[in-house]
């Protein structure tokens, strides 16, 4: 059986080839502003026998290829069971929403949570805040792993956040150190959600956030439990949508 | 809802002094919701035609009758809350409506009075006054409110400004003193109720109405014992409707439509047939309450394949569950049972409250409920704080809780759907 796991999220899509439950081809591409079509690109491969989709764009995939679908929620917890299977919780940070998901046996969904109305502290706040500071992503993180402290950055709106920053700036306050501020506002905000829902250790950490270095030390550091990092944090959405359909 | 082969109400609607224009867009607005939200469901029972013909005629044949009530001297009653007793109204001869409060209207009008921080139910209450679109209000020829919280309370204030309004005290303990004191303001009640009507309330017209009113809550108890059935019967939209069309509706004739509809679901858990597929996860609701046209919540539940089978809410078991003791022949007898049943009914309000956890647990097992979802406006401080409780109990009784605070604006309903969605992937 082929299954085809489409995660079309955000900021990504993200697809991935299940051969009789084996890994025989993933891919990343920028969702732009007709993520349908970034799908429908994969979806045209015809490497597929059905199609399991996740992500905020699963309703449009069902509609569009006639796809299986499943939540973001159920699709990380069982990809990152299957990556890990000593797994205990995991933590997606994505383009615009945050999911933290403490897993049962068998990699069972026991509790979640996700940010409801804003997209504070996620992949696409960092994005922002790195063009406020003349960084790209990887020089932001590179610039806060290595600041010697972070400021205090108080505002966790995306938006009040930037003209914070730009203040910041205009004082002076050295990028490096701003950038760790903003790193380490995201963990803090982080670490409370996992704390609320009893996440335990080992905790996987996935999703384009997990790609971020500065991140991971910095969830390392805070978090009481083991963190893992899959190899490749974008594509664990569509890995388990791919795996549910068994 | 402006169906071309209604008649035109406009007239009417004028007489009351309604913004016409605003009105018109209202109506629009929710007709459509209606159309897509019930009619789209696919097996609904047919005793449902006559809550879609209310909802039909929800600012038209409903408030003709209001009028014409009222220009023979009928008087009408507004509520906002099912603590102000409607066998006191009915006895005193006049008509009591619930007064809708579920659609964000008029915030731009309202937050010039009111916080923006305030509960959506309130502020909904005050726009439909605000923005003059509720013919409801403007037929009322008193607004009872009530001191169920602060945020109410003090907004009765400001409602007090543009229209006759009497606000009854209820207590916020349950002891033995505050039943007493209850009833005191029971007693009051008919005083104002008698120098608006002229007429008074006496043992033979409180028993009748105390019949009448109980016999309307145990039509919708029919309706909720039939939703313990798997499969489901009825969907949660289709019966959180009908609690929401009590408060409203002419009491008799609604009655009587509840227990045809109930006969209807009687027969079709005997015949095994239901709305949704046997397996669907069956969800419990509770927290506050779904005033008219608030239909979101159910509806992303219902959408992403669930089936409501309870509402622990003031648009559910806590209208309908108890009844007043029909054994009394005195007023003075009535009285008592009337402040007593009601002051039983279990609102955040309340402290301590556990009776509602007692609720929720009992409900949950009674309907064979998968999990539980609370639910609170934001601003909502007695349900939010409450809402810790409920869930740790839930969870103690081996249930799945999912906790929700939102509003009755639409720009959640995407992430709402996904924990929604992730949630009935849980209980499954």
């Known amino acids: 059986m082929r299954i085809l796991g489409l995660d079309i999220g955000s900021r990504t899509v993200d697809a991935v080839w299940l051969h009789d439950g084996v890994i025989a081809d993933a891919a990343v591409a920028d969702s732009g502003f007709d993520p349908a079509s970034v799908a429908a690109a994969f979806v045209q491969r015809g490497q597929h026998d059905a199609i399991v989709a996740t992500g905020y764009g699963r309703h449009v995939a069902r509609e569009a290829f006639g796809a299986s679908i499943v939540t973001e929620i159920r699709a990380y917890a069982l990809g990152a069971h299957a990556l890990f299977p000593d797994a205990a919780s995991v933590l997606d940070i994505g383009g615009q929403d945050t999911k933290v998901i403490s897993l049962a046996r068998g990699g069972k969904v026991s509790d979640f949570e996700m940010n409801d109305k804003c997209a504070a502290g996620t992949g696409k706040f960092l994005e922002v805040m790195a063009r406020a500071l003349g960084f790209t992503l990887g020089e932001m993180a590179a610039a806060a792993a290595t600041a010697d402290a972070g400021v205090q950055v108080s505002s966790m709106c995306t938006v009040f956040a930037e003209s914070e920053v730009t203040g910041l700036v205009h004082r002076g306050v050295d990028r490096g150190r701003i950038a760790r501020g903003l790193h380490e506002s995201i963990t803090r905000r982080t670490l409370s959600a996992l704390k609320r829902v009893g996440a335990a250790g080992p905790l996987v950490f996935a999703g384009g956030v997990a790609c971020n270095p500065a991140m991971v030390a910095l969830i390392s550091d805070g978090f009481s439990g083991e963190v893992l990092v899959p190899a490749e944090t974008q594509i664990v959405g569509a890995y388990g949508a791919a795996l549910s359909a068994d | 809802m402006t169906d071309t082969a209604a008649p035109d109400y406009h007239q009417m609607w004028s007489e009351l002094g309604l913004d016409l224009p605003m009105h018109d867009a209202l109506l629009e607005a929710v007709g459509g919701m209606y159309g897509s939200t019930f009619m789209s469901q696919s097996n609904r029972p047919e005793g449902m035609g ?307 956890i007692d609720d929720v647990i009992r409900m949950a097992k009674d309907l064979n409920a998968d999990g539980v979802i609370d639910y609170a406006l934001s601003f909502c401080g007695t349900y939010q704080i409450e809402g810790a409780g409920v869930a740790k109990a839930v969870q103690a009784a081996e249930l799945p809780v999912l906790r929700i605070e939102t509003d009755y604006s639409a720009e959640d309903v995407g992430q709402l759907s996904t924990r929604v969605e992730a949630f009935l992937e849980m209980v499954k």
Request: proline content about 4%; hydrophobic content about 40%; overall charge negative.
């Open chain 2, 50 to 356: 006559y809550l879609d013909f209310v909802m039909s005629e929800v600012h038209g044949l409903r408030i003709k009758e209001l009028h014409d009530f009222r220009k023979s001297g009928g008087k009408v009653v507004g509520t906002y809350c099912l603590y102000v007793p409607e066998e006191l109204i009915r006895a005193a001869g006049a008509w009591s409506v619930g007064i809708c409060a579920g659609a964000e209207w008029a915030y731009d009008e309202v937050e010039q009075i009111l916080p923006r921080n305030t509960c959506a139910l309130i502020k909904s209450m005050m726009g439909f006054k605000l923005g003059k679109v509720c013919p409801y209000l403007e037929e009322a020829d008193l607004l009872i409110g009530e001191t169920t919280c602060d945020g109410k309370k003090k907004a009765y204030e400001e409602l007090g400004k543009l229209q006759n309004l009497h606000v009854m005290e209820l207590p916020q303990m349950k002891r033995p003193k505050d039943v007493a004191f209850w009833r005191s303001e029971l007693v009051d009640l008919i005083a104002k109720l008698e120098e608006l009507t002229g007429n008074k309330v006496t043992a033979e017209s409180l028993s009748a109405s105390i019949k009448e009113v109980n016999d309307k809550r145990r039509a919708l108890q029919r309706i909720a014992a039939a939703r313990k059935a798997s499969p489901a019967p009825i969907s949660g939209l289709d019966s959180l409707l009908a609690v929401q069309v009590a408060f409203y509706d002419d009491v008799p004739r609604f009655t009587q439509s509840m227990n045809a509809l109930a006969d209807e679901l009687e027969k079709r858990v005997a015949d095994g047939v239901g709305v949704a597929p046997k397996d669907a996860p069956r969800v419990l609701i509770t927290g506050t309450p779904m005033a008219l046209p608030n239909w979101k919540l159910h509806q992303i539940v219902e959408n992403a394949g669930g089936v409501v089978v309870g509402e622990e809410m003031c648009t559910g078991s806590r209208y309908y569950e108890k009844l007043v003791s029909e054994d009394a022949t005195t007023l003075d007898e009535m009285l008592d049972d009337l402040a007593a049943k009601y002051l039983d009914i279990n609102c955040a309000c309340f402290t301590p409250n556990t009776g509602r």
